[in-house]
């Protein structure tokens, strides 16, 4: 062969090894197919022209790509070459971050998985992977992206720690709640959520907090909490306070990683199930719940229905305040209360109906002139109504079942603290309607199951450490830690005086009315051993 036909030989060569050839001779063929037929020769010219876009756009980058230049030198100088010297090379086909490569058939494979550490820093990368499996081989170059504290730099060493295959990146983060932060991830095909629910433990130990995952209409996210739960919050006078007693009767549970947890009753599920064992902290967080709704509100709009079956001495204090319409201590006296409110509940429903309003609250916006109070039911200890006999206890069960599902628009609410929630003392009516559960640490699963629907009671640590239940949601708090002396400064500025003779009739100080013309005496102080004046 002549050396002019060699030249043109290696020009033919190169022409087509040029990604634009396929596109120059369909321009070229295109006008003598439009003479036979015009429509197939448009199409052919058009289809040429999109095709000779595509991969002039390619071309062009990979021209401006400075990365291909390096990894073909490193391939070249490598020293683990096959006996005829032959190299990876780089092929043709391309895409943002990946380089696709061709590999000698008598070179081990793995030995090209030996450059990751030169390819890393040569490329200024964070990391290499590898396909080299099967065919199409290529070499994935990445960048980690920074979002903030979070790095897509975790996710690919904990779902890929062997350098191979893909992995979890994320795809945003929304850092705007105060309490926790929100990490949406974008996950492989082949890893499934059971995976993705793995990874909790793995990224709480990491960040030091509390790691939840969910997932909803195929949207992938980790909640990760920025509050870490002490084991004692000190109540502090006078910082729990509420914008506005007319927007329901809300109640402070305690701390969360969420903040404060508070429920309204009138807004929410209106009524609560309080357990726990001994030791478990419940007396402590039943007082401080009690001292706030105290605090916010005052006795006009909130009136307290107290019935203490622990012969009076876990609500003794409350007997004076202001806010407290009626205490007993006796079980059988039980069934005259609860008719009591409920004939009242009664009277509130009719009262609504006629001045065609649904609830308290509507009436209260409707007649701000003639408001009425939020009605608050604690029974404490409600075990003991199993001491009942079979008649009382059966009619004692249907009231507070009643009051459960009829109280919420008349405003009337109830709290059931109990030691033991087995099932004879939680009936299914009563769970049923009474949907905010407050599960302090329990003795065993059954009594977990019974309050929560799981066992997660059992392995509370008590002192006020608990799990909030409010419909299908839950929360982990503490319960505030709330003193004797505390107790008696909020206390003390809500009591009602009273004096201490037969000869006056004195229920508050606006009914000091003298009775046969006697001067009334000076009613005495009380100290209750911590300074405070009663």
């Known amino acids: ?77 490598v020293k683990f070459c096959n006996s005829k010297g032959e190299y990876p090379k780089l092929l ?19 030995d090209i ?11 200024e990368c964070d990391d290499i992977r590898f396909q080299i499996n099967e065919k199409p081989y290529f070499m994935r170059v990445i960048h980690d992206k920074q979002y903030g504290p979070y790095s897509d730099e975790l996710f690919r060493r904990v779902t890929a720690p062997n350098g191979e295959g893909e992995y979890i990146k994320i795809e945003k983060v929304d850092l705007s709640n105060p309490y926790f932060d929100l990490v949406y991830v974008n996950p492989p095909l082949r890893v499934t959520r059971d995976v993705l629910e793995k990874l909790t433990q793995t990224f709480s130990s990491y960040f030091r907090n509390d790691v939840e995952f969910h997932s909803y209409n ?39 990683k969420l903040g404060m947890a508070w429920i309204n009753l009138s807004k929410q599920n209106p009524h609560i199930i309080l357990a726990g064992c001994t030791g478990s902290g419940k007396s402590t967080l039943l007082h401080s719940m009690l001292c706030n709704l105290i605090e916010n509100y005052p006795p ?50 009719k009262l609504f109906s006629e001045c065609r309003v649904r609830n308290l609250l509507e009436y209260n916006k409707k007649f701000p002139d003639a408001k009425l109070p939020y009605l608050f039911l604690v029974i404490d200890e409600v075990a003991t109504v199993q001491g009942l006999a079979k008649t009382p206890k059966a009619e004692v069960n249907r009231l507070m079942a009643k009051l459960g599902q009829l109280g919420r628009s008349s405003g009337v609410h109830v709290l059931l603290s109990t030691q033991r929630p087995d099932k004879d003392v939680i009936t299914p009516l009563i769970k049923t309607n ?37 419909g299908r949601d839950r929360v982990e708090f503490q319960g505030f830690y709330l003193d004797k002396r505390n107790q008696g400064n909020i206390l003390s500025k809500h009591l009602v005086p009273k004096l201490f003779d037969s000869e006056y009739e004195v229920k508050t100080k606006a009914d000091a009315i003298p009775v046969n013309n006697h001067a009334i005496r000076n009613i005495p102080k009380m100290d209750d051993g911590y300074g405070a004046d009663y």
């Open 1 to 77: 062969m002549s050396e002019k036909a060699k030249q043109s030989s290696a020009l033919m060569d190169k022409f087509f090894e040029c990604e634009l050839a396929p596109s120059f001779i369909g321009i070229c063929v295109a006008p003598f197919v439009a003479s036979a037929s015009p429509v197939l020769g448009t199409a052919l010219a058009l289809g040429a022209t999109a095709l000779g876009c595509i991969e002039l756009k390619d071309t062009i980058r990979k021209s401006l790509d400075p990365n291909r230049e390096k990894i073909q030198k490193l391939f070249e100088n």
């Open 92 to 110: 043709k086909s391309y895409k943002n971050e990946y380089y696709y490569f061709d590999l000698p058939d008598a070179m081990d494979k793995r």
């Open 113 to 123: 998985m030996k450059l990751k550490g030169l390819l890393t820093t040569s490329l």
């Open 218 to 256: 195929g949207v992938y996210f980790y909640k990760i909490f920025k509050n870490h739960l002490k084991t004692t919050y000190e109540y502090q006078l006078g910082e729990y306070k509420i914008s506005n007693v007319d927007d329901g009767l809300q109640v402070l549970v305690g701390f969360s």
């Open 300 to 349: 006009e709009r909130l009136n307290f229905y107290l019935a203490d079956f622990k012969e009076g001495i876990e609500l003794q204090d409350y007997e004076d305040v202001a806010h407290v319409k009626k205490v007993i201590t006796d079980i059988n006296l039980l069934e005259d209360l609860l008719l009591e409110i409920d004939t009242e509940r009664a009277r509130r429903n």
């Open 434 to 470: 009474f949907n905010n559960r407050i599960c302090l640490a329990v003795e065993d699963d059954a009594n977990s199951e019974i309050i929560l629907g799981t066992n997660e009671g059992k392995y509370l640590r008590g002192n006020g450490h608990g799990i909030l239940k409010y």
